[in-house]
Each structure stands twice: as C-alpha cells, then as structure tokens.
C-alpha cells in the first residue's frame, strides 16, 4: 500500500492535479491540466478544476491511501477564508476554492486529512526546501519569472506565510519610481521583469518581435534592445532578492520559471545586480541559484503542503 497527496495548481493559464508520492514524485498517468485564462469565466475555471481533480482521484491505485490535499493557487489568497482572488483570473473574487476541493476529494480523503490553500509561490518555496535547490537551508528565498512574478519565504527553518497567506508574494513589490500619472502597479517587479511585460516593455522601445522566444533569440543575436529588456528583468529581480535579503537576511535564492531561461547568462546578470545592489554588506552573501525542480514543480509545491505541513507558518 502507497500514500499519496493531491495536488492542484491554479495559474493564470493553466490548472493542473495530480497524486504525489511522498519522496516528490508524481504517479504515472495522474497528471492532468487544463487551461485557464484572463477571459474565463467563474463557471469555466470550476470546472477545469473539478475536471483536473476527478482525472487525479480516478488514478488512484485500489489499495493505496489518499494522507490530504494541498492547493497552491495564484494570488492573493485568503487563507482564514480559504478563498483566492488571482491577478491573472478577474472572475475569481473571493473564490472559496478550498471548499470547492475539498468537497471534490470528500469520498476518497479520511475525515482528519487535511486540505491546505496556500499561495503558489510560497507552496514553491516548501518545495525547493523538500526536494530542490534549497534543501538544508533555514532561511531561502524562491522566485518563478515566467508570466507573472511569484515568490515564497522559508525563514528559520519555517515556510512564512503571513497574516492572511501571502507572504512571499514578491512579483508586487515596488522596486522602482513609479512613473507619473501611473498607478502603483507600473513600479512593481512583476510588471518589470515578467516575461510578458518585458516583451511589451521591448516592443514599445520599437522592437519587432512578439514572444519571449523571440527575445532570447533576439539577445543571442546582440539586438541592443533585447539585450537591454533581460537585463532590465535580471537587474529588477536582482534588486528584488537584495531588498528582501536585507530584511530577512537570507542564505539562498532559487530562481525559476520558463523566463528566467531567456538567456544563459540571466542568473549571472541576477547575480551582477544583488553584488551591486545592497547597502549592508550582509546582504551580498546571498548565493543566487537555479531552481532545482522541473516543470512539475507547482504540483510538487501543492503537495508539500501535506508531505512538510509540520514546516508550515
């Protein structure tokens, strides 16, 4: 007999469930998505999700047991109300998307399994801490640069949830002037260092490309203004790790997502902006390193949430 937790994710353009093992690993042929998008509507989203966890549940071996549940959801979330309100999703206000599981995985969950809603940068962050780059280490910071900014916090030992769960939630900082007549959304690192924003940010400075992968093409090649967009990304997530080093005072940062791969030299420029960027010295000592997960990783994050809730804050 097996354990297994369910897992679900919940992006701007994806949902995605699965069984996890308790070492980190997926169960064959549980995976399952759908995608999701700014122009879904509430229905449309619920029912992605009852179709991701229902393909998940089905794959459940007959004699294995399902321990719990874990949600990592877009934000922000409201973890006393086990609600989410993600950015990127704007019929989802107030969503009691933990019910919404919870009641899916009733008939297979034990009354005392627990169903547990985190933001899903904070549910990567356990992950890292578990299985990833950062295992070993008491006070780490994880990031996601991929179509918006996500982040989460172990500190002490402890992943760091906050008040209302959102702690971590780094792509909403403010790390520059924001611009006049602009909102305060203009000067946040999400909106400069996103794969996405980066893109509109080149293509307003006159470049013709029109995806990410045309960027990193475009960098290899010497484009001025390509190379100027990655290394704007990589100096403002730079800026970012020193902010929040210089507040917690970290050992390690983990990037990842599909934009911090623009160019194989992103980590490095990283690395150029966290020496430059702090005040105290201590500050510098953060080492800046891949995210050692796959493209699983949202899924191993959720399942975290079960297999080390004894770290959870």
């Given amino acids: ?179 006049e007549g602009e909102s305060a959304w203009a000067a946040t690192l999400e909106v400069i260092a996103s794969g996405p924003n980066v893109v509109a940010w080149a293509q307003a400075q006159g470049w013709q490309g029109e995806r990410g992968e045309d960027l990193a093409a475009g960098y290899v090649a010497g484009d001025e203004i390509a190379v100027a967009a990655v290394r704007r990304s990589a100096n403002a997530v730079g800026e970012a790790i020193s902010s929040v080093t210089t507040l917690l005072d970290l050992d390690v940062a983990a990037i990842g997502g599909g934009f911090s791969r623009v160019s194989d030299d992103y980590l490095d420029l990283v690395r150029q902006s966290v020496d430059e960027a702090p005040v105290n010295d201590y500050a510098r000592r953060v080492r800046v390193v891949r995210s050692g997960l796959s493209d699983e990783s949202p899924l191993v994050g959720a399942a975290a949430l079960v297999w080390q809730a004894d770290l959870l804050g």
């Fill in 1 to 179: 007999m097996s354990e297994y937790a369910l897992a679900v994710d919940v992006g701007g353009t994806k949902v995605e469930a699965a069984l996890v093992a308790a070492d980190g690993t997926l169960l064959d042929g549980s995976r399952e998505r759908r995608p999701t998008g700014a122009t879904s509507t509430s229905d449309e989203l619920a029912e992605a999700v009852r179709t991701v966890v229902a393909h998940a549940l089905a794959s459940l071996p007959g004699d294995d047991v399902l321990v719990g549940a874990g949600i990592g959801s877009a934000g922000p979330v409201d973890l006393v109300a086990g609600t989410v309100s993600p950015i990127n999703l704007p019929a989802w206000r107030g969503y009691p998307l933990r019910e919404l599981v919870a009641s899916l995985a009733a008939a297979t969950l034990p009354d005392s399994a627990p169903v547990t809603l985190r933001l899903d940068g904070v549910s990567l962050a356990l992950a890292e801490h578990w299985v990833g780059a950062t295992q070993g280490v008491d006070n780490a910071l994880a990031i996601t640069v991929s179509t918006g900014v996500g982040g989460g916090l172990i500190v002490n030992g402890r992943l760091l949830s906050g008040g209302t769960g959102n702690a971590g939630h780094i792509g909403q900082i403010q790390i520059a002037d924001r611009p």
